[in-house]
């Protein structure tokens, strides 16, 4: 099994900047992907954004060039960057990793989620 853990979360204004964490424990492969989901209320969960276990990225388009996903493998860890927020990046963040090169839908293994709010 495997464990995930966010942190990061909170209350941000207009145009301000999180970062959140995500560090995996328990039976951690050799190759993963990580990425990360969010979901607002009355709305479905998306995915924001993903990385290979080689390093590639994948953004969805309301983020490009706001967002930036990156690993320390030697922690385990995946970070999210998050500029310029927007009320509408108000959600549930959930971390998520899947046991291959590259994410799957849905993945295997999902964290507990962490709340962003963007709001003055």
């Known amino acids: 099994q495997v464990q995930l853990v966010e942190s990061g979360g909170g209350l941000v204004q207009p145009g301000g900047s999180l970062r959140l964490s995500c560090t995996a424990s328990?039976?951690?492969?050799?190759?993963?992907?990580m990425g990360w989901y969010r979901q607002a209320p009355g709305k479905q969960r998306e995915l924001v954004t993903d990385?290979?276990?080689?390093?590639?990225?994948n953004y969805a388009d309301s983020v490009k060039g706001r967002f930036t996903i990156s690993r320390d493998n030697t922690k385990n860890t995946v970070y999210l960057q998050m500029h310029s927020l927007k009320p509408e990046d108000t959600a549930i963040y959930y971390c998520?990793?899947?046991?291959?090169?590259?994410?799957?839908?849905?993945?295997?293994?999902w964290g507990q989620g962490t709340q962003v709010t963007v709001s003055s």
């Open positions: 998520v990793l899947d046991p291959r090169v590259r994410l799957v839908q849905p993945p295997r293994y």
């Open positions: 328990g039976n951690i492969f050799n190759f993963y992907a």
């Open positions: 990385i290979t276990s080689g390093g590639s990225t």
